[in-house]
């Protein structure tokens, strides 16, 4: 195949890109979009403070714009994210334990039932653990007030608000195997185990010299769909340029097509032109919507 998206689809899975929409009236970032992606992620606006920036008032035009774009086309999306610390309005760590706990299960309900039957995986909690050798959960108004249960509670709102959507646990740093990835791995261990409901962890695999694609990443992975659970690339780039770079993403992509339950690849952007990092070039189209050796690679490991 000659684009991301059928590439991928013909090995069973999804090729996907952020997607931000007030990029969506420019004529190369949108056909570049249509040609190659499969599937779309908002970049922010489905977070918290785009949704729900005062207690109560939904406001849903610009993820709408996202979602109807994809719909039309035949892409899927992804929903990013329902609980984070991030992205989170003031209001929100200013409530009281009982008022904190009526506010998340409302917004989780709220935002997934607007989208119902819309969106194939949500990331329902992203980021909740620390970096480092700890394992520990990130300090956040969820787990300041409401403790370790929040997450649990939080995916067993997010299943009674849309059975049909997977539920995805999603992070960063968690890639390789360490500590943070550990932490992640005993959580979904336990929910297995005890049948909370869970089908999916995203490994975001942001990526650049400090922190490069870690040698164990596919069997990162695998250790994780062991446990019976989809997993998924959920917000890739990876800095540098040229064959290095180019290098990386093949890495990237095989490790996913080796294992069975690796069901798709989402990059954090389109183009480098408007990257979250700043001046970076971590994408696999440059400011000028070319392909990059990175685009090569990648199509021809799919
Ligand atoms: C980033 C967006 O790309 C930026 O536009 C925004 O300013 C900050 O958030 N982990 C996540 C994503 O889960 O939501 C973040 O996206 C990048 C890190």
């Not at 606006?45 to 979602?67: N, P």
């Not at 992804?78 to 299960?105: E, F, I, K, Y």
């Not at 394992?135 to 409401?146: E, M, N, V, Y």
């Not at 009674?160 to 960063?172: E, F, T």
Request: proline fraction near 4%; glycine fraction near 10%; include cysteine.
């Amino acid at each position: 195949a000659s684009t991301l998206g059928a590439a991928a689809a013909e090995k069973g899975r999804y090729f996907g890109a952020a997607v931000a929409a007030n990029h969506l009236g420019e004529a190369p970032y949108v056909s570049t979009l249509n040609t190659e992606f499969n599937s779309v992620t908002p970049e922010n606006e489905m977070k918290w403070d785009a949704i729900e920036r005062t207690r109560g008032t939904f406001t849903f035009g610009s993820a709408d714009q996202i979602v109807n774009h994809a719909q039309s086309r035949g892409m899927k999306v992804r929903g990013h994210t329902l609980v984070w610390h991030s992205q989170l309005p003031g209001w929100v760590g200013g409530l009281g334990t009982a008022d904190l706990r009526s506010a998340m299960n409302n917004h989780i309900t709220q935002v997934m039932q607007h989208y119902k039957g819309k969106i194939h995986s949500w990331d329902v909690v992203n980021e909740a653990f620390q970096d480092g050798s700890s394992g520990a959960r990130r300090s956040s108004p969820f787990q300041d007030k409401l403790g370790d249960g929040f997450i649990e509670e939080a995916f067993r709102t997010a299943r009674a608000a849309d059975p049909a959507a997977k539920l995805c646990y999603n992070d960063y740093n968690t890639d390789g195997v360490n500590a943070k990835s550990n932490a992640v791995y005993n959580l979904v261990r336990d929910f297995k185990a005890r049948g909370v409901p869970i089908d999916c962890v995203g490994f975001q695999s942001h990526f650049n010299s400090a922190s490069p694609v870690p040698s164990d990443y596919q069997a990162n992975l695998q250790r994780f769909a062991n446990l019976g659970v989809d997993v998924q690339i959920t917000e890739l780039d990876i800095e540098g340029s040229g064959t290095a770079q180019a290098n990386s993403y093949g890495n990237v992509v095989r490790a996913c097509l080796a294992v069975s339950r690796c069901t798709g690849i989402t990059v954090w952007g389109v183009t480098d032109k408007y990257s979250w990092r700043p001046g970076g070039t971590p994408l696999l189209f440059d400011g000028n919507y070319n392909k990059k050796p990175a685009y090569g690679a990648v199509l021809t490991a799919l």
